[in-house]
Nanobody, 126 residues
Framework: EVQLVESGGGSVQAGGSLRLSCTAS????????MGWYRQAPGNECELVSS???????SYADSVKGRLTISQDNAKNTVYLQMNSLKPEDTAVYYC????????????????????WGQGTLVTVSS
């Protein structure tokens, strides 16, 4: 069974940091492109960062310079280090594979992609 389990969400003040983790099972992690999506209140899901199997990374303009994606193949885990957090970063963050779509309804993305986590809530207060 393909499974992604996220952890690390929480509540922080603006300017603070969090690190999200996503541990994968049931597929060949080393060969997989991975991504982090988020759904802010009232919005669709959007892709904020992705990492390919060769280690190349990409970021949404809104998070460049503040969020860093990385992976540990030995642990089948992908991370999202979040620094200088802003209130507009408040969202449920989802780990997914492969990150083929940039945005859309979360239910459509969940059905379209091979793997989708349960989500972890990040709340940033001003």
């Amino acid at each position: 069974e393909v499974q992604l389990v996220e952890s690390g969400g929480g509540s922080v003040q603006a300017g603070g940091s969090l690190r999200l983790s996503c541990t994968a099972s049931g597929f060949i992690f080393d060969d997989s492109d991975m991504g982090w999506y988020r759904q802010a209140p009232g919005n669709e899901c959007e892709l904020v960062s992705s990492i390919s199997s060769d280690g190349s990374t990409s970021y949404a303009d809104s998070v460049k310079g503040r969020l860093t994606i990385s992976q540990d193949n030995a642990k089948n885990t992908v991370y999202l280090q979040m620094n200088s957090l802003k209130p507009e970063d408040t969202a449920v963050y989802y780990c997914a594979a492969p990150p083929l779509l940039q945005s859309g309804s979360c239910s459509r993305l969940r059905n379209a992609l091979e793997a989708w986590g349960q989500g972890t809530l990040v709340t940033v207060s001003s």
